[in-house]
C-alpha cells in the first residue's frame, strides 16, 4: 500500500508512535510503506503497545532501534545515530529529528494525556518537546470515542495544532458496532503526506509558546476557530472585505471530487453527529500567510469552500451517497489559510484530518450543505464548490429499518436536492468569485462550458474518471478549468499534480479573477 505524493522526491524523518490498541498491528504496514517511499522511520512504542506487536516486528521493518522506556537497563538514555548508539537525551533528539510525528493507533488514554501536556513516558515526553507537525489516528471502543472527555482531550488537541485522522466506523474487536475503527491506512499515509507538504502549522503560537517557544523561533500557529465563536463577528468586528491590489508576480508565484453518480451505500453503522448552526459568520479576517511572498496572496480575503460527499437516508441504517474522499475540498482549504484568508470549510462525512486553522462546519445532507453555505455565502469572497453533492435523495426516509424478507425489489422515490452552485450563481454579489467542480466521463469540455454558462460561475475545475491520476480517493488530480473571460470560456488543462499543488492553481486563478472584477 502505498500513496502518491510529491513528499516522496526527498526523504523525509517520520516518528511513528504506536500506542496499546488491537489495531497496532496496523502500525506495521504504515512504517513498512513509509521505508518503501525512501522516508527514514523511528517508531516510538508504549508498554501497552508491546503487548499486542512485538519491538523486533519494527525494527526489522525500519532498522532502526525501537524506543520503549526512557531508560535502558544502565539507566542511560541512548539514541540513534549514523554511526551507531551513543548516550544521550532520547526523547529530545527524537523530537529534532522528526519532520513528522504520527501517532496511529492513538488510545483514548494517550490522547488523555497528551491534552494534559504530561511526559511520562517515552512518547508523551518526545511529543511535549516536538516541534513538528502532529498527525493523531485514534483507534478505540466508540462508548470511549464518544465518551465527552475523550471528545474534549481531542478538542484541545486539535487548539493546540495537531491534526486527527478520523476513525471509521464499524464491526470493532469487541464485537461492538460504531465509530472508533483506525482509519484506513491510505488515509492516514494521506495525513502525513499533507503534514510534510507544509499544511499543518507548527503546534504552538507565541502566546502559548512559554519559555524558550519564542515567535521568532517558530511561525504562529492559529488556533482552529469554532463556528460558536465566528457566529459572533460582526462586519465591523472583522473588518473591511475589501483586499488591497495583488501583486501579478505575486499570484504568478502561487501559481475532483465532484458530481459522481449516485450508488447505494449499506454500512455496518450510520453516524448521526451532524453539526449545523442556524446561522453562521464567516471567521475572522486573518493578517496574512505564515510566511512572506506568496503567502499572502489571500490575506484579508474569507473563502468559503466545499468538501466531501453528502449521505441522503433511506432508513436509519441506509444512505444514498458517492465515492468523494473530500481530499481536494480538504487541500484546498489548507491552501487557501497557508495563503493568508480566513477559511470555512463545510464538510460532509470524510476520514480526513481537519486542516489547522480553518474553521469546520460538519454536515451529512444536501439539504443541510445548502443550508451551511447559504447562511455564510454572503459575507464570502471567494467561493469553492468543491464537493460532491447528492442530485437526488429519498423522498419519504423510513422511521425503521426496511427489511428484505418477503421483498423481490424495492422501488424508492427520489426528488432533486437544492442545486447548491445554482443558488450562489443567482445571489452572488459584485466582487465575489465562485468557482464549481465537474467530474464527467463523456465531452468533458462540452459538459464543462455549459455547466459554467447554466451556473453563473466563473470558473469550472473539470476532470474526467476515465483519466488515469483522476479518479477518486487519488492524491493527484488531471483537470481543465474552464474560466469565463469577456463572455467566451477559457480552455486551460492541466497536467497531472497533487491535489495540494492543484489548490494553488485554482486559488491562484481565483486571486486574479477578484483582482480583475
Known amino acids: 500500500m502505498t500513496s502518491a505524493s510529491s513528499t516522496h522526491s526527498r526523504e523525509r524523518h517520520i516518528l511513528l508512535g504506536v500506542t496499546g490498541s488491537i489495531a497496532a498491528f496496523k502500525a506495521a504496514q504504515l512504517a513498512s510503506d513509509w521505508v518503501k517511499q525512501g522516508h527514514q522511520v523511528r517508531v516510538l512504542m508504549t508498554a501497552a503497545a508491546a503487548q499486542f506487536v512485538s519491538p523486533l516486528t519494527f525494527q526489522s521493518l525500519t532498522h532502526q532501534s525501537v524506543r520503549i522506556a526512557m531508560f535502558d537497563d544502565s539507566g542511560a538514555s541512548q539514541t540513534a545515530t549514523d554511526d551507531g548508539m551513543h548516550v544521550g537525551i532520547t526523547h529530545i533528539d527524537d523530537a529534532k529529528w522528526a519532520d513528522v510525528f504520527v501517532i496511529a493507533p492513538a488510545s483514548a488514554d494517550v490522547i488523555a494525556r497528551i ?56 464491526l470493532l474487536a469487541c464485537e461492538d458496532v460504531g465509530k472508533g475503527r483506525l482509519a484506513e491506512l491510505s488515509d492516514i499515509e494521506w495525513a502525513v503526506d499533507e503534514a510534510l507538504e507544509g499544511m499543518s502549522a507548527p503546534r504552538f503560537d507565541a502566546d502559548v509558546a512559554g519559555p524558550g517557544r519564542s515567535g521568532a523561533a517558530r511561525a504562529e500557529a492559529p488556533r482552529p476557530t469554532s463556528d460558536v465563536e465566528s457566529a459572533g463577528a460582526t462586519p465591523s468586528d472583522a473588518g473591511s472585505s475589501d483586499a488591497g491590489p495583488i501583486d501579478a508576480a505575486v499570484i504568478d508565484a502561487a501559481m475532483a471530487d465532484a458530481e459522481p453518480s449516485t450508488t447505494l451505500v449499506v454500512p455496518d453503522s450510520v453516524t448521526s453527529d451532524v453539526v449545523v448552526p442556524d446561522a453562521g459568520a464567516m471567521p475572522p479576517l486573518r493578517a496574512g500567510g505564515p510566511a512572506g511572498g506568496a503567502e499572502g496572496l489571500l490575506s484579508g480575503v474569507r473563502v468559503l469552500i466545499t468538501a466531501g460527499p453528502t449521505r441522503e437516508p433511506i432508513d436509519p441504517v441506509r444512505f444514498l451517497s458517492n465515492h468523494s474522499s473530500g481530499r481536494m475540498g480538504y487541500a484546498l482549504a489548507s491552501a487557501a489559510h497557508d495563503l493568508g484568508a480566513a477559511v470555512t470549510l463545510v464538510s460532509g462525512p470524510v476520514s480526513l484530518p481537519e486542516p489547522a486553522g480553518v474553521t469546520m462546519v460538519q454536515v451529512q445532507t444536501a439539504a443541510e450543505m445548502f443550508d451551511a453555505v447559504t447562511a455564510r455565502f454572503e459575507q464570502a469572497d471567494l467561493v469553492v464548490m468543491a464537493a460532491a453533492v447528492a442530485d437526488f435523495a429519498v423522498a419519504a426516509q423510513a422511521d425503521q429499518k426496511i427489511k428484505k424478507r418477503g421483498r423481490r425489489a424495492l422501488t424508492l422515490q427520489l426528488e432533486a436536492t437544492p442545486d447548491i452552485l445554482a443558488w450562489c450563481g443567482e445571489h452572488r454579489h459584485p466582487g465575489q468569485v465562485l468557482c464549481g467542480f465537474a467530474m464527467e466521463t463523456t465531452e468533458l469540455v462540452a459538459h464543462a462550458t455549459e455547466k459554467l454558462a447554466r451556473k453563473g460561475a466563473d470558473m469550472i475545475v473539470a476532470n474526467s474518471l476515465t483519466t488515469p491520476g483522476a479518479g477518486f480517493g487519488t492524491d493527484t488530480n488531471v483537470v481543465t478549468i474552464l474560466t469565463a473571460t469577456d463572455g467566451e470560456p477559457h480552455r486551460d488543462d492541466l497536467p497531472m499534480m497533487t491535489k495540494r499543488e492543484l489548490a494553488g492553481q485554482i486559488l491562484a486563478r481565483m486571486a486574479a479573477l477578484r483582482v480583475s472584477a
Open 115 to 170: 491534552a494534559a501536556g504530561m511526559a511520562n513516558d517515552h512518547l508523551t515526553a518526545t511529543l511535549l518537546a516536538a516541534t513538528c507537525p502532529v498527525v493523531l489516528a485514534p483507534a478505540m471502543n466508540t462508548r470511549m470515542y464518544d465518551n465527552p472527555v475523550t471528545q474534549r482531550n481531542m478538542t484541545t488537541c486539535r487548539q493546540l495544532g495537531m491534526s486527527f485522522v478520523e476513525p471509521s466506523s464499524g
